[in-house]
């Protein structure tokens, strides 16, 4: 039998499943809408900060980078491939989509696109250094404020959200694991890894968790 703390964390790691139509019915949607696509154009937004700071972006951004050097597509566009094929991990792990599912594939990468074309490239170490900060803290952030809409995860958070499920463990512990995982992958693709990605991939699960308890929007229902 799990122990009360284990039972705890359990509770307090990942919100109640709902399915698309309980999504949709649930309460607070004029409020939970709008944070979910702020969520995902922040969160895209901040993967061109840190791609342009050249000190490591994260995990996912390095595989997108690797897939579009071997393909030849735009950093955005290898970006949303990655969040279709990432998908099809869903079914082992019974995941619940959402419409924050589909619109993750569709806004972030394209933000990403969008961001590059007016963030200029910084001109000094202190700038990229800046930058680098500045994605963190958007990335982390942005991540909890959609995850927090309760529409759904997004592919690669759907990964996190069915591991911790299972497992039982911590969003920290599964989601640092998913990040070095996907760290490797991207570099032996030929992804840009620096000393930044490292630190996003250890630093990326406790700030995520961290924020969600302020971001996630408290629905009927939820003490059951």
């Not at 949607?29 to 000190?55: D, I």
């Not at 394209?110 to 800046?130: E, H, I, K, N, R």
Request: hydrophobic share 50%.
């Amino acid at each position: 039998m799990a122990s009360i703390s284990q039972q705890n964390s359990r509770r307090h790691s990942v919100t109640r499943r709902m399915t698309a139509a309980e999504q949709l019915r649930a309460e607070k949607k004029a409020w939970r809408f709008p944070q979910l696509v702020v969520g995902l154009v922040g969160y895209g937004t901040s993967l061109t900060f840190l791609v342009q700071s050249s000190l490591g972006a994260s995990s996912w951004s390095v595989l997108a980078e690797g897939i579009s050097l071997r393909s030849g597509m735009t950093f955005g566009w290898a970006t949303n491939l990655t969040a279709v094929a990432v998908l099809l991990c869903w079914i082992p792990l019974r995941e619940l989509p959402g419409i924050g599912t589909f619109l993750n594939v569709v806004l972030v990468g394209t933000s990403a696109d969008v961001a590059a074309s007016f963030v200029p490239m910084p001109a000094s170490l202190p700038q990229q250094l800046g930058y680098f900060v500045l994605g963190l803290l958007m990335l982390t952030f942005f991540d909890a404020v959609y995850l927090g809409a309760r529409f759904g995860s997004g592919p690669r958070d759907g990964l996190m959200t069915g591991a911790v499920r299972i497992t039982g463990r911590p969003i920290w512990m599964v989601r640092t694991g998913i990040e070095v995982v996907v760290l490797a992958a991207g570099w032996i693709l030929g992804g840009t890894v620096g000393f930044g990605t490292l630190l996003i991939a250890f630093c990326m699960g406790p700030m995520v968790q961290s924020f969600l308890r302020f971001t996630t929007v408290r629905l009927a229902g939820d003490h059951d």
